[in-house]
C-alpha cells in the first residue's frame, strides 16, 4: 500500500499536521521512534501558548504563533483540552527595560496581538503581590495562555486516528528515497512504508532526518537546551500569570509559569550543545535559573521544588521557523528549526502545512466524515459526586486510590493505559493521568502502575518500562512464583 | 451514620499502637488503613533487630508488626483495611474523613477527634537537584526494598547509594546478599546518617566502603543507569574538583531522607515545623487542631520502632482522655525550642493547663561527640545538665523534664554541648 503523506516525529508538530491531513481524503501515517508520542521537546518545555509579541514581524514565528494563540481555543472545545487562560507580564525594573516594553508593546501589536497594554507598579503588584519589589512596569498580555502539552499532542494524534491516520511509534526512520514519484522509507526495525510525500516533523533530529533524503541540508539545528525546576502543586496561589523578563539576545530568558494544574515551572536557561537528546541537568544550569528567577518574583518557595528537568530546543541556523517543500526532492516537506514558539504555533504549522503547501499542489478532497471532537478521560477526582456514584457503579477499581499525591485512582490509570495511543509506561501512565507526577513522585505508586500496565497488556513486569525503549526497572526475579 | 469518637488513620506501628492504648469499651473508635493488612513500613522490613527496648527481644519487621496485630485483635474496634484517607476538614467541632475504598466507592465518616499515624515517604532525586540524565534505575532505596522483599524482584546488579540513612544501609546488605555488586555509600555529611549498628553490620561486615563528605556530581544513561562520578564537597557543600571518582553501576539508590507523610491532609492546615515537616504538638501529642493528634513517623521520622510504640501509645491515650475526660486544652502554654547543635524537640510546646507530673523530650543533635552535655535552660536559667554519650545525628535521643523542675512561663531550650568529639 502506498500512503499519500508519511510524517516523521509524533512531537506536537507532526501531531498537529496528522490532524490537519485527516480533515481530507488522504491516507497519512505518522511514525515515532519512541515508545509514546510526545517525548522529547513536546514532553519538556514551559508549557506556554505565548500571545506573539516575541517574534520578529513578518516571521512565519510571528504569523504562526499568533494564529496558533486563537485556535487553542478551538482545539480547547475540539479536543477537551487543558487550557489556562492566565495571562502574562513582561516586568522591567528602570527606565532601559520600560523602553524594552514599549518596543514589545509595538511588536505585539504589529503582530496582532489583542489586548496588550503597559501597567504601572503598583496595579501590576495588586494583581501579582509576590513580584520583586524593584518592578517598575509590567507589560500586560492576557492572551498568553497555558496548556499541558504532550496531553495536546496526544490528543491530537487520538483525534486524528479516529479519522483515519495510522500512527505507528518505535519505527525509528533510518533510510528514505525516491523512486518513480514514491518514496520508500525504511525504519531500524526493518518495516518499509511507501508513500507519496514526506513530512520531516522530527524536531531537533530534523537535520538528520532530511540528510536521509536530499545532500544539501539548507539548514542546521543548533540544539539549545533549557533547564527547570518544578515546584509541586501546593503553592498553588503564589503566582498567577506567567512572568517573563525583558528579553535580551538569548531569548526570553529565565521565566516563572504557572501550570494547569498548580505546579510552577522555573526556567529556562539556554545553553547551546551539540546533541540533540543530551537532557541532563547541571548545577551551574540551575543556580543561573536561579538567579534570573530572583529579577521576577520574591520569596520562592524551593522547598516545594519536587523536579528538575531539560529540553532540548530545536533551534536552526535558518532562525525562523524552516517550512517548505525541500528544492532538491520534490514532495519532501521540511517543518523545520521548529523551536519556541512551536507549542503556540502548532496548531498553525500544521494548517500551513496543509493548505499553504500541499494544497497549492494538490487538491485534496475534504473528508466528509471528520470528526473534529475528543473526550479526555475524566478523573475521578475531577467528577461531580453524581457522576463518582455512577462510574463506581460501573466500575469499582474507582474505588482504589493509587496515588495518593494526585488522588489518582485504578479505575482513571486504567483507562489511560487503554487509549487510543495507550499509557503504556510509566511515565506514559505519569504524562496522562498525573500518578506520580506529585511530592513522592511515584515513591508509593509506581510498582502499583507497573503492575497495573503488565496486567491490563499482558505483560511481565520486567517488560514495562519507565521511560524510553529498554528502560525496565525491574530486572529479574529473585522468588519462584506462588 | 453516628460519628465516631476516634478514627486512627494509618494502621502501621504507629496506628496499631494508638489503637490499643486508646481503646475503650465505651469509645467508637475506627482504623483506617489502605493497605490490605495491617503494620505498615514494618512488612518490607525482613531484617531483625525490631523490638530490643520494648518487647526486649530481637525481632524481624513483620514479627514485630504481627505482636502489635495480635495485641488489638480481640478489642473489637472497628478495622477498616484496603481504604484510603482521601482528606480530612473540621466543622463545627467535628472532623469529616473522605475515604475511599472499592466496596463502597468515596464516602465520608465523622469524628470528634483524630490521630494522624500515616507514616511518611521517602525524599527523591528530584527534591535533591540530583545533576546529570535522568535514566530509570535511579529510585528510593525503599521502593528497590518493597521490590525485593515484598514483590520478589531485583531491580539492579551493580548498585551504589547515595546518602546513608538507615534504609540505604540496610540495603546495601540486602542487595549483596541477593548477589548484586555493591559498589559503595557516599554520604554528603561528614559523618554517616544511620544507626552506628548499621554501618557495623550492614557495610563494615560486608566491605562495602562508605565515602564520607561526597556526594553524586554526575549521572549518565540515556535509557537505563550506565555510571555516576561521585565527588568530595568542602565545608559548603561545594564539590572539590579533582576528587571525582566514577562508577559503572545500573542502579542508584538515595537514602536521602524520610518526610512526614501528611500532604493529605493539607486542607486541615495545622502549624507544620519546617524542622520536622511534621505537625507542630504540645505533650498531649495535641496539633494546632483541638482534637487532632499526631504521632509515629507521620508526626516526626523516628530511626526506632520501639519509639514509634511509645509515642503513638502516649498519643492513643492522650486522645482517649481527651474524649472520655472531655479535656479542653489550655492557652497557657510554654515552648520547647532547640538551641545550640540541637535540630529539633518535641513536642514543641507544654500545655500547663493539663496536669501532666512530667514530659519526654525527644530531639536529634547536629553533631556527632563521643562526650557531651545536654543543658536545659528555662529562660537564662539552667535547670539542669544530663552527660550523654555517644552522639550522633541519626539516633533520636530523649530527655524527662519535670513539671517541679519548670521555674517561670519562659520557653525551654536544650543546648548540647561537644565535649570530646
Ligand atoms: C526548554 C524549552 C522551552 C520551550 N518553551 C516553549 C513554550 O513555552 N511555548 C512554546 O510555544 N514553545 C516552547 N518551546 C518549543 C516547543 O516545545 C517546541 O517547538 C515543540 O515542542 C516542537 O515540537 P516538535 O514536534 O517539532 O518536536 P519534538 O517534540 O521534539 O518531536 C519530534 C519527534 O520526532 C521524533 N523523531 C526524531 N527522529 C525520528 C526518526 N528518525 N524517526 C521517527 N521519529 C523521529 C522524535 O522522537 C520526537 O518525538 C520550548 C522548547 C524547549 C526545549
Ligand atoms: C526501611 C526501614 C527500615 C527500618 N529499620 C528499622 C530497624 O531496623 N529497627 C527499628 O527499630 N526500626 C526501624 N525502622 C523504623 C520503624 O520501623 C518505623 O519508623 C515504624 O515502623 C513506623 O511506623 P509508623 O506507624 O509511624 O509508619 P508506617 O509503618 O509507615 O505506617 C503508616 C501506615 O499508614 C498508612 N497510611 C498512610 N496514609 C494513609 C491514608 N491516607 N489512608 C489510610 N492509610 C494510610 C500506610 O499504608 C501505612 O500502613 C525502619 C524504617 C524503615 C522505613
Known amino acids: 500500500m502506498t500512503y499519500d503523506f508519511l510524517i516523521i516525529g509524533g512531537g506536537i508538530t507532526g501531531a498537529a499536521i496528522a490532524r490537519e491531513l485527516t480533515k481530507y481524503e488522504a491516507k497519512t501515517i505518522l511514525l515515532e521512534k519512541e515508545n509514546d508520542a510526545g517525548n522529547h521537546a513536546t514532553s519538556a518545555n ?116 479516529d479519522n483515519g491516520l495510522v500512527f505507528a511509534k518505535k519505527k525509528e526512520v533510518n533510510i528514505i528515497y525516491r523512486e518513480d514519484n514514491v518514496f520508500t522509507v525504511k525504519t531500524r526495525d526493518g518495516s518499509t512504508y511507501k508513500s507519496r510525500y514526506v513530512i520531516n516533523a522530527a524536531g531537533a533530529y530534523a537535520a538528520r532526518v532530511a540528510a536521509l533524503s536530499e545532500e544539501a541540508v539548507p539548514y542546521r539545528i543548533t540544539p539549545r537546551k533549557g533547564e527547570y525546576f518544578v515546584l509541586d502543586r501546593r503553592v498553588q496561589g503564589f503566582l498567577s500569570r506567567t512572568l517573563y523578563p525583558t528579553p535580551s539576545e538569548k531569548g526570553k530568558g529565565i521565566l516563572m509559569v504557572p501550570q494547569y494544574h498548580g505546579n510552577i515551572l522555573i526556567g529556562p536557561n539556554s545553553v547551546y550543545q551539540d546533541s540533540p537528546d543530551d537532557v541532563s541537568t547541571s548545577k551551574a544550569g540551575l543556580s543561573s535559573v536561579k538567579a534570573g528567577a530572583e529579577l521576577l518574583t520574591k520569596n520562592i518557595p524551593y522547598h516545594k521544588n519536587i523536579r528538575t528537568f531539560a529540553g532540548v530546543r530545536a533551534s536552526s541556523t535558518h532562525g525562523d521557523f524552516y517550512i517548505r517543500e525541500s528544492l532538491q526532492k520534490e514532495n519532501f516537506i521540511h517543518v523545520a528549526g521548529i523551536d519556541s514558539p512551536g507549542l503556540s504555533a502548532a496548531p498553525a504549522i500544521g494548517r500551513y502545512v496543509v493548505e499553504a503547501i500541499i494544497m497549492k499542489k494538490e487538491s485534496l478532497k475534504p473528508n466528509e466524515a471528520f470528526n473534529p471532537i475528543r473526550k479526555h478521560v475524566k478523573l475521578f477526582d475531577d467528577m461531580s459526586e453524581s457522576e463518582k456514584e455512577e462510574a463506581f457503579k460501573m466500575d469499582n477499581r474507582y474505588g482504589n486510590l493509587v496515588c495518593k499525591c494526585e488522588r489518582i485512582t485504578e479505575g482513571d490509570i486504567v483507562r489511560h493505559i487503554q487509549r487510543n495511543v495507550p499509557g503504556d509506561t510509566i511515565k506514559g501512565v505519569k504524562k496522562r493521568s498525573r500518578a506520580g507526577a506529585g511530592l513522592c513522585q511515584g515513591g508509593y505508586c509506581e510498582h502499583q502502575v507497573m503492575k497495573l500496565i503488565a496486567r491490563e497488556l499482558g505483560k511481565d513486569v520486567t517488560e514495562v518500562d519507565y521511560f524510553s525503549n529498554h528502560s525496565n526497572i525491574l530486572k529479574e526475579e529473585t522468588k519462584v512464583k506462588k | 451514620m453516628k460519628p465516631y469518637d476516634i478514627v486512627i488513620i494509618g494502621g502501621g506501628a504507629g496506628g496499631v499502637a494508638a489503637l490499643k492504648s486508646a481503646y475503650d469499651e465505651s469509645l467508637r473508635i475506627l482504623l483506617i488503613e489502605r493497605d490490605k493488612t495491617l503494620g505498615g513500613i514494618l512488612k518490607q522490613c525482613i531484617h531483625n533487630g525490631f523490638g530490643l527496648h520494648h518487647y526486649k527481644e530481637e525481632l524481624t519487621g513483620p514479627e514485630y508488626a504481627e505482636r502489635g496485630i495480635r495485641e488489638i485483635e480481640g478489642l473489637g474496634a472497628d478495622v477498616l483495611v484496603d481504604t484510603t484517607v482521601m482528606d480530612v476538614n473540621k466543622e463545627n467541632g467535628r472532623f469529616s474523613i473522605n475515604v475511599i475504598n472499592t466496596d463502597k466507592g468515596a464516602f465520608t465518616l465523622e469524628s470528634k477527634a483524630v490521630i494522624l499515624s500515616s507514616g511518611c515517604y521517602e525524599r527523591t532525586s528530584g527534591a535533591i537537584q540530583l545533576p546529570g540524565d535522568r535514566p530509570a534505575g535511579i529510585m528510593p532505596a525503599g521502593s528497590a526494598q518493597r521490590y525485593l522483599n515484598i514483590d520478589g524482584y531485583l531491580v539492579g546488579r551493580k548498585v551504589f547509594i547515595l546518602g546513608s540513612g538507615d534504609i540505604g544501609l540496610i540495603m546495601a546488605r540486602r542487595m549483596r546478599l541477593e548477589g548484586a555488586d555493591v559498589l559503595g555509600v557516599a554520604e554528603l555529611m561528614p559523618h554517616s546518617n544511620g544507626l552506628t549498628r548499621n554501618i557495623v553490620q550492614c557495610l ?69 515545623s519546617p524542622k520536622t515537616n511534621g505537625a507542630i504538638v504540645d505533650h498531649t501529642y495535641q496539633t494546632s487542631i483541638e482534637g487532632l493528634f499526631a504521632c509515629g513517623n507521620a ?116 543546648e548540647f554541648e561537644v565535649i570530646n568529639v
Open chain 1, 46 to 161: 514551559s508549557a506556554i501558548i505565548h500571545s506573539g509579541h516575541d517574534p520578529m514581524p513578518g516571521s512565519l514565528k510571528a504569523l504562526l504563533n499568533v494564529e496558533g494563540n486563537k485556535l487553542y481555543d478551538v482545539l480547547e472545545e475540539e479536543l477537551d483540552i487543558p487550557l489556562f487562560k492566565n495571562g502574562a507580564f513582561m516586568v522591567a525594573h528602570n527606565d532601559e527595560e520600560e523602553k524594552v516594553l514599549e518596543k514589545y508593546l509595538g511588536r505585539a501589536k504589529e503582530n496582532g496581538v489583542p489586548g496588550v497594554k503597559i501597567l504601572d507598579a503598583k496595579t501590576a503588584r495588586q494583581l501579582e503581590p509576590n513580584l520583586v519589589d524593584s518592578v517598575s512596569k509590567v507589560l500586560s498580555l492576557p492572551t498568553t495562555k497555558v496548556t499541558y502539552p504532550w496531553e495536546v499532542a496526544i490528543a491530537m494524534i487520538e483525534n486524528a486516528m
Open chain 2, 204 to 272: 563494615h561486615d560486608f566491605d562495602i566502603p562508605l565515602y564520607l563528605s561526597h556526594t553524586v556530581t554526575d549521572i549518565r544513561g540515556e535509557s537505563v543507569l550506565e555510571g555516576i562520578t561521585i565527588s568530595e564537597v568542602d565545608e559548603q557543600f561545594n564539590a572539590i574538583e579533582g576528587s571525582e571518582k566514577h562508577f559503572e553501576v545500573d542502579t542508584l539508590l538515595l537514602s536521602v531522607g524520610l518526610i512526614p507523610d501528611i500532604g493529605m491532609f493539607d486542607s486541615l492546615k495545622f502549624d507544620i
Open chain 2, 299 to 414: 508526626l516526626h521520622v523516628h530511626d526506632l520502632v520501639d519509639f514509634v510504640t511509645e509515642e503513638a501509645t502516649k498519643a492513643g491515650k492522650q486522645a482517649k482522655d481527651y474524649i472520655l475526660k472531655n479535656k479542653k486544652r489550655s492557652h497557657n502554654t510554654i515552648d520547647l525550642t532547640p538551641k545550640g547543635n540541637i535540630s529539633y524537640l518535641l513536642p514543641q510546646k507544654l500545655d500547663m493547663g493539663d496536669a501532666f507530673e512530667e514530659v519526654t523530650v525527644s530531639f536529634r543533635t547536629t553533631t556527632n561527640a563521643m562526650t557531651g552535655k545536654f543543658h536545659v535552660y528555662q529562660g537564662d536559667t539552667l535547670l539542669f545538665t544530663k552527660k550523654a554519650k555517644f552522639i550522633v545525628p541519626a539516633e533520636m535521643e530523649k530527655l524527662t523534664i519535670k513539671r517541679d523542675q519548670l521555674i517561670n512561663k519562659d520557653p525551654i531550650n536544650i
